[in-house]
């Protein structure tokens, strides 16, 4: 399931030509004809409103710019892998903060959740660029700064880097 999501995000930037660092998340949301917007969410991260197989995000103005950025990824992925092929209506919610959407995600009861923060993951940091990266740049993986100033160049935060490094099996730490 992993290597599927891998595969459907990569394939999504590499279409729609934004397969670079940092992932431009406007293009890919063109891409798809969605519209996103900054709005107060109080204690909601995101929210993906599906209709007619149209999709608006809307992000918590509130939340650091890394933040939102993996919140927009996260909305793109219920959009792609759940919502796309409905014509159904459809409202995806997203509360909480960092990698637990809610607590049916982080204790891995909603499949749904999981795999839009695994499709977020791959769509803000695909595999091929942090290899890509780190090749190029000769990072320490086990130095902290390096960690932080690859996550940096991703524009994603260095805790979502680690995440991201750990689940490819490039980081043990």
Same mark, same amino acid.
């Given at each position: 399931?992993?290597?599927? !999501?891998?595969?459907?995000?990569?394939?999504?930037?590499?279409?729609?030509?934004?397969?670079?660092?940092?992932?431009?998340?406007?293009?890919?949301?063109?891409?798809?004809?969605?519209?996103?917007?900054?709005?107060?969410?109080?204690?909601?991260?995101?929210?993906?409103?599906?209709?007619?197989?149209?999709?608006?995000?809307?992000?918590?103005?509130?939340?650091?710019?890394?933040?939102?950025?993996?919140? !927009?990824?996260?909305? !793109?992925?219920?959009?792609?892998?759940?919502?796309?092929?409905?014509?159904?209506?459809?409202?995806?919610?997203?509360?909480?903060?960092?990698?637990?959407?809610?607590?049916?995600?982080?204790?891995?009861?909603?499949?749904?959740?999981?795999?839009?923060?695994?499709?977020?993951?791959?769509?803000?940091?695909?595999?091929?660029? !942090?290899?890509?990266?780190?090749?190029?740049?000769?990072?320490?993986?086990?130095?902290?700064?390096?960690?932080?100033?690859?996550?940096?160049?991703?524009?994603?935060?260095?805790?979502?880097?680690?995440?991201?490094?750990?689940?490819?099996?490039?980081?043990?730490?």
């Amino acid at each position: 399931m992993t290597s599927d !999501i891998e595969y459907k995000a990569e394939s999504l930037l590499t279409e729609c030509g934004a397969l670079r660092v940092p992932v431009p998340l406007d293009t890919v949301i063109h891409h798809l004809t969605l519209t996103a917007q900054a709005r107060p969410l109080a204690e909601t991260s995101g929210v993906l409103v599906v209709e007619n197989g149209r999709g608006m995000i809307g992000y918590n103005v509130n939340h650091s710019r890394v933040r939102q950025r993996f919140t !927009i990824a996260h909305e !793109i992925g219920h959009f792609v892998m759940h919502a796309s092929d409905n014509q159904q209506q459809r409202l995806f919610v997203d509360r909480s903060t960092m990698f637990k959407r809610n607590e049916s995600s982080s204790a891995g009861d909603d499949l749904q959740e999981i795999q839009a923060n695994q499709f977020a993951a791959a769509l803000l940091m695909p595999e091929k660029l !942090i290899r890509e990266e780190i090749a190029s740049s000769r990072f320490d993986l086990d130095d902290e700064e390096d960690v932080s100033n690859l996550a940096k160049r991703f524009n994603v935060s260095a805790a979502a880097m680690t995440f991201r490094l750990k689940n490819l099996g490039l980081f043990q730490g």
